[in-house]
């Protein structure tokens, strides 16, 4: 079954609102990355979170890695419409080496 | 930008046709992907190489089939094409370095089964 969830599946905010996306798996993580896919575009590569607890920053985005591993989120502050697309984010188990990615969540950023 | 090529970019064929579905990577990376991404929907991994002559199958069951003779090249056959293999196909590869983890992806190919 699905081992990587993420919520909301979809969001639609007006331009400048926040937005979150939260991503949980159901095994812990040796680490996780975040990635952003355009519409009819390939997954981009936006960060990787290895420890506990971190916090990374990237100008207006916030990503954090959960103290226990095993779930995540992105924080967009003041979205743009630069920012429409589809936030995934891609966990890899202890055990192994394949990363396994959300569900996705899908952003549109009304004018 | 990242340099990783997948050939062809769009493909329409009938049932039962063989096609292979390219991806070159010029990185140098140990590590290459096959993904299969219905629209808005997330990625199944079908197959991965850690380096040449070494290929797994992915957690998505797939009758297709991979090789990987060179470092750069990773293939992906479809024997016996059905409209249930319409999708996108993303390749993608990464180093074997522990720190650089990222995944470069290609373009994908969209693939029509008729």
């Known amino acids: 079954g699905q081992q990587v969830m993420q919520i909301p599946q979809y969001q639609h905010v007006q331009e400048g609102e926040d937005f979150t996306t939260y991503c949980n798996s159901s095994?812990?993580?040796?680490?996780i990355q975040w990635y952003k896919q355009r519409p009819g575009g390939h997954p981009v590569f936006l960060i990787q979170?290895?420890?506990?607890?971190e916090v990374k920053k990237q100008k207006r985005l916030t990503f954090q890695f959960g103290e226990a591993k095993k779930n995540s989120s992105l924080h967009i502050t003041a979205t743009q419409t630069t920012d429409v697309g589809t936030y995934f984010c891609?966990?890899?188990?202890?055990?192994?080496?394949?990363?396994?990615f959300g569900t996705g969540t899908s952003l549109t950023v009304i004018p | 930008e990242a340099d990783i090529y997948q050939t062809p970019r769009y493909l329409v064929i009938g049932t039962g046709k063989k096609i292979t579905l390219e991806c070159s990577q010029t990185?140098?990376?140990?590590?290459m992907y096959w993904y299969q991404q219905d629209p808005g929907m997330e990625l199944h991994l079908i197959h991965y190489?850690?380096?040449?002559?070494?290929?797994e199958k992915g957690d998505l069951s797939s009758e297709s089939t991979v090789s990987r003779i060179r470092t750069e090249h990773f293939p992906l056959t479809l024997e016996s094409a059905r409209p249930s293999h319409t999708s996108q196909y993303l390749c993608?590869?990464?180093?074997?370095?522990?720190?650089?983890?990222?995944?470069?992806f290609g373009p994908g190919t969209r693939l029509t089964v008729l």
């Open positions: 993608a590869s990464r180093s074997l370095l522990e720190f650089y983890n990222e995944q470069f």
């Open positions: 095994t812990t993580l040796s680490n």
């Open positions: 979170l290895v420890k506990s607890g």
């Open positions: 891609a966990g890899m188990r202890n055990t192994g080496n394949q990363f396994y």
């Open positions: 990185m140098g990376h140990d590590k």
């Open positions: 190489s850690y380096g040449v002559n070494s290929t």
